[in-house]
């Protein structure tokens, strides 16, 4: 199994950033999905979940900023940052539990003020 991360970086507060988790060797749309954080000296932690049947759920930090999708065709789950905080500076993973929990290596988002 593979998970792939891509379209982290630099943005000033305020902008938006759209992620994707690339996933291969795995039957993707059996997949609870999820993207996690960790920030510099704190613990990593769930930013959105969204199970094999579509449902979503968010951290209290990121509810209204943040959506999480999937594309079950592409083998792909994105997640739309708008309204970046400097909080949200973090690595962001992507992971996905299907039997096992399966790991990306992450992408960096840094939010400037």
């Known amino acids: 199994v593979q998970l792939v991360e891509s379209g982290g970086g630099l943005v000033q507060a305020g902008g938006s950033l759209r992620l994707s988790c690339a996933a291969s060797g795995l039957t993707f749309s059996d997949a609870n999905l999820g993207w996690y954080r960790q920030a510099p000296g704190k613990q990593r932690e769930l930013v959105a979940h969204i199970s094999s049947g579509g449902s979503t759920n968010y951290a209290d930090s990121v509810k209204g900023r943040f959506t999480i999708s999937r594309d079950n065709g592409k083998d792909t789950v994105y997640l739309q940052m708008n309204s970046l905080k400097v909080e949200d500076t973090a690595d962001y993973y992507c992971?996905?539990?299907?039997?096992?929990?399966?790991w990306g290596q992450g992408t960096q988002v840094i939010v400037s003020s």
């Open positions: 992971n996905a539990k299907i039997m096992f929990t399966y």
